[in-house]
């Protein structure tokens, strides 16, 4: 037996692992060789040198005071919020940047056209949902004053909904149970139409609905209604007014989310001078092309960033973010567990997105990473494809204080309640999530994916700004996801 | 007071006991971030950094780790930092040099064992500066507060088996670089 091959006996003879009949075996090669002695004395001086006090002592306290004396004191906690969305399956990290402005360019014009007051109830300071907590006496250089309604970049929805015969009661039931679990689409029956219950929609109206496009025009009642129902965490049904009279009722699903929907219409909403349209169209058969072409339609029109080089930061071990939630905009480094990798993408901000915090203002480029648990992996596609694991950080439109119940994610549903944590980066909502990505959809086009997958997802909002940092590390097929938190955790450093 | 009730109350805006803290924590602190960095005016620095970005966000503290230990998290990422900006692994052999009053160290009776021993040290000593930033705080975590690698591994938020292969991989490099033939050594 080689010297080289006594160094791990020696390092855990150090360490104290040794059985009997291993330390045996060491102390008589050491009787023997002056090198491994040398040895086992150079790591037992290790961790005296390590353990050693300095002579020397510092009192740091006067400066410490005289720093902090700057301080005021003020509302300690960020306020609690919630948000909107998760990264979807199909799309890469431009399309999350993409989500933001989509969702701030959808809602502007009905904001600004008449729903003012609804704006108001939901997002402004008197919103019964803004909540405070923690401790309000501490002096942060974090606190923030009470959010105001964001002046500049509004959130925006678009809806989508099926028709059933089932009753509108019976639809609300069906929604509140499936609101925990990702309901099986096709158990809710859509092949029939009641005529009678949606007066508004007849043969020839909806075969011009699915061929065509056509718009209705809604009045700003008809948006309460529809804000009323969108306002809430799970598939709903909705009621379309139009001058107090009842248009249609379908079930909300999601902003964005009836994209993969096979055979279900979707309806946007836009605005074009007064007039609020509602568009509805008709999706082709499995979704995914449907999908394609929804984010062309956007991608074509509105961008939050363009991403300007994908090898910025090839494999990276720690991710370099600006920390939105200083005052400074400080730059921090998350590590990443322990044989992971990231590869950064840098984007660049769009003509048509600004910042509201006059502090972010000079940011004119993002950062979003893919994460990566083996660095052999090739693609950015994460849920288990080849067996392999990762996920993605990056930056996400939401809801600005919007509670929890309201957080509305695509194609998911929370399995339990959310936690509120704290990290580096702010206060953030940490949620498991259960991901459909509409199986019949996904085995046409991708075969060899698990048609559903469990998620980690964790939002840190950007205090002021409608968007939040977004932590996705989907779980393979089979894995528990508890088994995976410890690595949001480590990243994030969550506490 | 206990560590507890001083949390409470500087968590509810009290300076005095924010200070109180500090003055119990700073010299564990320094040594610990001075082993780390192994420059005086530097390990200052960022003690008085720390203690300042600790009060700052004392609300987040939740007295799920220890006080102190939620400090090594703090100091441990400025002493990252530092050492990236500075864009060097320090070999100065001015700091915490052997031979400098070692609360813990077991004091030997025999005088050639002891000479032997600081040869040891210093060499020791020379040798850490090789290691890497994570490596370092591992070790000195480990042997200087005693530390369980469950705590170390908090800290440096990596698993327990993470922080127990730090340990090992640091012993590994400081025998990689080791020559061996310490002189007072029979």
């Known amino acids: ?495 | 007071m206990t560590n507890d009730k001083l949390l409470k109350e500087a968590q509810n805006g009290s300076m005095d006991a924010f200070a109180s803290l500090v003055g119990a924590c700073q010299p564990r602190l320094y040594a610990f971030v001075l082993k780390m960095v192994r420059s005086r005016e530097e390990a200052e620095e960022i003690v008085q950094e720390t203690f300042i970005r600790a009060y700052k966000n004392l609300w987040r503290y939740d007295n799920r780790a220890s006080f102190i230990t939620w400090l090594y998290a703090i100091a441990l990422n400025l002493c990252k930092s530092a050492l990236k900006k500075l864009k060097r692994m320090p070999l100065s052999l001015d700091d915490a040099m052997p031979g400098n009053k070692a609360s813990h160290e077991a004091q030997s009776m025999d005088p050639s064992e002891h000479l032997a021993d600081l040869e040891y040290r210093k060499e020791a000593h020379r040798l850490m500066a090789f290691l890497k930033p994570d490596q370092r705080a591992c070790l000195v975590l480990k042997y200087m507060e005693g530390l369980s690698y469950a705590q170390i591994g908090r800290i440096l938020r990596i698993s327990e088996e993470a922080a127990k292969m730090k340990v090992y991989r640091a012993k590994k490099e400081i025998l990689k670089r080791f020559p061996g033939g310490i002189n007072h050594v029979l």
Not at chain 1, 261 to 272: F, V
Request: aromatic share 12%; proline share 8%; hydrophobic share 40%.
């Open chain 1, 1 to 495: 037996m080689s010297c080289k091959a006594y160094e791990p006996l020696i390092i855990r003879y150090t360490e104290g692992e040794l059985s009997l009949k291993e330390q045996k075996v060491l102390e008589d090669h050491l009787r023997v060789c002056k090198h491994c002695f040398d040895k086992v004395q150079i790591l037992m001086a290790l961790a005296k040198e390590a353990e050693a006090m300095p002579s020397e002592q510092i009192d740091v306290l006067p400066r410490v005071r005289e720093s902090l004396s700057a301080y005021d004191k003020s509302p300690g906690k960020p306020i609690s919020r919630a948000f909107l969305g998760r990264s979807s399956r199909l799309v890469k990290p431009a399309f999350l940047f993409l989500s933001l402005a989509i969702l701030c360019l959808f809602l502007w014009p009905l904001l600004s056209k008449g729903a003012a007051s609804l704006f108001q109830q939901r997002f402004g300071e008197g919103s019964p949902h803004q909540t405070v907590t923690g401790s309000e006496m501490l002096p942060t250089p974090e606190s923030k004053p009470a959010v105001t309604p964001p002046a500049t970049v509004q959130p925006g929805f678009s809806l989508s909904f099926y028709r059933s015969t089932m009753t509108y009661e019976e639809i609300l039931s069906l929604s509140r149970e499936i609101g925990r679990r990702t309901p099986p689409y096709s158990s809710i029956p859509i092949d029939r139409i009641a005529l009678e219950e949606e007066p508004f929609l007849t043969d020839s109206s909806i075969n011009a609905f699915v061929t065509n496009t056509q718009q209705i025009k809604v009045d700003a009642e008809t948006l309460d209604v529809l804000f009323t129902e969108l306002m809430d965490t799970r598939p709903i049904p909705f009621v379309v007014t139009l001058s107090g009279e009842r248009l249609f009722w379908g079930v909300f699903i999601h902003p964005l989310s009836s994209i993969a929907a096979p055979d279900l219409p979707l309806l946007t909403i836009r605005s074009e001078g007064d007039v609020q349209r509602l568009t509805l169209s008709k999706l082709d058969k499995a979704g995914a092309s449907a999908e394609k072409a929804f984010l062309k339609f956007f991608e074509d029109r509105y961008k939050l960033a363009i991403q300007i080089n994908s090898e910025v930061l090839p494999y990276m071990e720690a991710l370099q973010l600006v920390n939105f939630n200083t005052p400074d905009n400080k730059m921090v480094e998350l590590p990443l567990p322990e044989g992971w990798y990231a590869q950064g993408q840098e984007y660049e901000l769009s003509g048509g997105f600004t910042w509201n915090r006059e502090k972010n203002k000079n940011i004119k480029k993002l950062r979003a990473y893919t994460l990566y648990f083996d660095e052999k992996l090739e693609d950015t596609y994460y849920w288990g494809i080849k067996g392999q694991f990762s996920g993605e950080i990056h930056l996400q439109g939401f809801y600005n204080e919007y509670p929890y119940p309201g957080l509305s994610f695509n194609h998911a549903k929370p399995l339990e309640d959310p936690v509120k944590k704290q990290t580096f980066l702010g206060e953030a909502w940490v949620y498991y999530l259960e991901c459909d990505n509409y199986p019949a959809a996904m085995a046409e086009e991708y075969p060899d994916t698990p048609p559903t997958f469990d998620m980690i997802f964790v939002v840190i909002p950007i205090e002021g700004e409608n968007l939040a940092y977004a932590l996705s590390l989907p779980v393979p097929e089979g894995m528990d996801i508890r088994d995976f938190y410890p690595y949001a955790e480590q990243i994030l450093m969550l506490n």
